[in-house]
């Protein structure tokens, strides 16, 4: 989509946009601090459009993100970063990619470095949380608890610093002592990183309290890495001219903002904070752009809202349920129309243009590069349902599937056996149920059978009240309740799953092609 839903409102310098060009840096930088829950990308492109020079993500923790896949999403033009139960973990794009630091939740080396390489493509660099102090970030030894392990903090920064080809960072809070706090910083700067930031408040400590400008003003002085200054926002930040009186009195080079750029991100213009009316709706045509989840859209507005989240408008806000929702309380339903629209056409047009995916015999193996997609079929319906249906009315066997599983990602591939004959999409999936349904389909495309996808005409294979989710069986083909139940656990019967080192080994050494006389399957 080459229209951008961009703020109207320009408030970056010719000597921002200048500099813009000259690459990621952590110098003389104004940044957009990481925070849970709303550090996602509508915030991020939002901060960046007021004029922050650098956006950072909330804080992924390792394991999950390890887990991810990753994914080009060709509508929204993002990638996203997709959990094995379909969550977005992290979606980001072009925009924001020389821009935008992704921030680790980690305790292990290894760990954070897979993370890394993950998604270091698509970043500006990387950063460890060292100093949230929250239980969910703590209890596995991440965040401030990583404080008191020096070495840990050593082993993780210096494993990041050789292993992806971004600036490493790291985000700390001070400790008891300045001088236990200047020796660690000290510590850091030899692992590597390319910049450090310092929230100035105590690992007990909470906005409430005031912030320790003497402490990240020493740290400042006793390293030659860039220090950012965080934790102003209560005391010292509440407009942009306050920006630079804290980056004055604290030293550094560099300021970032959490609550300040959390209740109003217009706080980064030259002339903000400006009305947050206006701010929010920029905020929601963003979350509407780029398909953000309501939840957080609904959060992030509440957090805006502050002391008016009791009015009439806040407590329509706290009663959405929807983007769509959430945009009528704004007015803005035309605008969401639009970009559905939109949205829905590019789709389309992408699937126009993948088809035909002609097939591939690889071996003894039929594949063409299909990936399963829930939302192009009914909730009741599936492509192993069609396909089993399918080869009983063929008079074959139950199709069987065997699934490998590759190491390096834990991404899976399920080639399916019919009538002797396999099939398998050359693409691996996030789990191995959408493994197995991608290899239906293939099997299903092949044989020119249909496979159930939404907008398909009535085949017959399946009833038409099992396609409507109705519970209730098809009577004029005389199939009973119990078979299409037994369909249904059928269809989503395991196969055995195969452990792979790599792209490319196959999951087991196959048998010879047996004969058929079927031309259909030929």
Known sequence: M????????????????AWQ???????????????????????????????????????????????????????????????????????????????VVFQMGTADPDRALTVAQL?????????????????????????????????????????????????????????PSLEETVSLVQRIEKTGVAAV?????????????????????AVAQAVSIPVIANGGSLDLVKTNSDIEKFRKATGTSSVMLARAAMWNPSVFCNQGPL???????????????????????????????RDKVESPLGKQVQAAQTNAEISEAYGLQTFYQEIQQDLQAKMAALQ???????????????????????????????????????????KFQQPQYETAQ??????????????????RSSLWEKSKKFAEQASAIVCLRVL?????????????????????????????????KKLHVDILQEAEAPGPTVEMNGDEQNPATPPKQAETSREALS
């Open 2 to 17: 080459n229209t951008q839903y961009s703020c109207s409102l320009k408030c970056r310098s010719a000597e921002q946009l």
């Open 21 to 99: 060009h000259a690459g990621l840096s952590f110098r003389n930088i104004t940044a957009l601090a990481p925070m849970v829950r709303v550090g996602t990308l509508p915030m991020r492109l939002l901060a960046l459009d007021y004029g922050a020079d650098v956006v950072y993500c909330e804080e992924l923790i390792d394991i999950k993100m390890a887990q991810c896949q990753r994914i080009v999403n060709d509508v929204l033009e993002t990638v996203d970063f997709v959990a094995p139960d379909e969550r977005v973990m992290f979606r980001t794009c072009e925009r924001e990619k020389d821009r």
């Open 119 to 175: 998604v270091e493509q698509d970043v500006a660099a990387i950063d460890v949380n060292m100093g949230c102090p929250k239980e969910y970030s703590t209890k596995g030894g991440m965040g401030a608890a990583l404080l008191s392990n020096p070495d840990k903090i050593e082993a993780i920064l210096k494993k990041l610093v050789m292993g992806v080809s971004v600036p490493v960072t790291c985000k700390i809070r001070i400790l």
């Open 197 to 217: 930031a310092v929230h100035g408040r105590f690992k007990d400590e909470r906005p409430r309290h005031p912030v320790h400008c003497d402490y990240i003003q």
């Open 275 to 305: 009305p947050v009316e206006k701010v929010m709706e920029e905020y929601i045509k963003y979350a509407i752009r780029y398909d953000n989840h309501a939840f957080n859209t609904k959060y992030c507005l509440c957090q805006m809202l």
């Open 352 to 394: 126009s243009s993948n088809q035909p995916n002609k097939p591939v015999i690889d071996g003894d193996v039929t594949t063409m590069a299909v990936k399963f997609e829930r939302r192009d079929y009914p909730p009741q319906i599936t492509p192993k349902m069609f396909l089993l249906e399918w080869s009983r009315k063929e």
């Open 406 to 423: 590759r190491s390096q990602d834990r991404a899976f591939q399920s080639t399916v056996t019919v009538a002797n004959k396999k099939y």
């Open 448 to 480: 020119g059978v249909p496979e159930g996808r939404i907008g398909e005409e009535d085949s017959g294979l399946v009833c038409k009240r099992k396609r409507e989710g109705k519970p209730n069986s098809c009577s004029e083909e005389g199939r009973s």
